[in-house]
């Protein structure tokens, strides 16, 4: 039975995209960063201490400035990482997709490139956010977020339930 779905792969289902599959989240971004500020606070810390028992006043208003500095970044963590993404995202182009599905595999055409995935080359899907991830091999995927099919395109439940009978398995992750 073929299935055709069509779809925009737009930068929201991008953006879901890298923290599926990448982690690359406020969470994950906040982490990172905070463990990195939270050693330079405490390091200026003890060396603002010295500075200010050893009585280098120079010295005690370079580390508290830099403790401050490193205060305000802790705060702005949530912007630097709108930024980033937004960095990420500027050049990026929606692209119009049409996935076909059908007994021999998943065939894609976006901007007039063919591409042909068949069954042995599925490893897994998953539904995060409302946008079914199936992985291929080679670390490849293919996003078809729900929000963006069009009116013309199978529905998403009959391709979830062809890759349950093709022996798909659902991917269970950190992430579901």
Do not use: C
Request: charged share 25%; no cysteine; net charge neutral.
């Amino acid at each position: 039975m073929e299935q055709v779905f069509e779809y925009t792969y737009d930068n929201s289902a991008y953006i879901t995209k890298l923290e599926f599959v990448d982690g690359y989240s406020l969470n994950s971004w906040r982490r990172t960063h905070l463990r990195d500020l939270i050693e330079s606070i405490i390091f200026l810390s003890a060396a603002s201490y010295s500075a200010y028992r050893a009585e280098l006043l120079v010295f005690l208003i370079v580390f508290v400035a830099l403790l401050g500095l490193s205060l305000v970044r802790l705060a702005t963590i949530p912007n630097s990482y709108k930024k980033s993404i937004a960095a990420t995202i500027k050049d990026r182009k929606e692209e119009s997709i049409r996935l076909v599905v059908n007994d021999d595999g998943l065939q894609e055409t976006t901007d007039g490139i063919v591409s042909f995935v068949p069954w042995s080359s599925v490893i897994s899907y998953s539904v995060f956010k409302d946008i079914l991830f199936i992985e291929l091999k080679a670390r490849l995927w293919s996003v078809i977020p729900r929000h963006s099919l069009s009116p013309a395109s199978s529905p998403l439940e009959q391709l979830i339930e062809q890759l349950k009978n093709k022996g798909v398995n659902r991917r269970v992750g950190r992430n579901e």
